[in-house]
């Protein structure tokens, strides 16, 4: 943790309903106070909808975008040739 200023413990003091006087040290309760802060994680939240819906899209988006080993682009296209002539084009 890091050493906070003589201003920092002026406001924490002054939040705590305690007098501080720079000259002289941090009444135990303060200090008790701080070291019990040092350790405090921040509070969960809950996931926004926005967000919740963006990861849906991702999941879905990576899902669909997977092509099965079964299909070929062949698959796609008619052949090039009929019955001796291009499907779109002139007579050979």
Do not use: I, K
């Not at 003091?13 to 006087?21: K, L, T």
């Not at 200090?31 to 019990?36: A, F, H, I, T």
């Amino acid at each position: 943790m890091r050493n906070p200023s003589t201003r920092t413990l002026a406001a924490l003091a002054y939040e705590r309903g305690e007098e501080f006087d720079p000259a002289l040290t941090p009444t135990p309760a303060l200090v008790e106070w701080l070291r019990l802060g040092e350790r405090a994680e921040r509070p969960l939240e809950a996931v926004a909808p926005y967000e919740r819906r963006r990861r849906r899209e991702r999941e879905r988006r990576a899902t669909h975008r997977r092509v099965p080993g079964w299909f070929s682009p062949q698959d796609l296209a008619e052949p090039g040739w009929a019955d001796g002539r291009l499907v779109h084009g002139e007579p050979v």
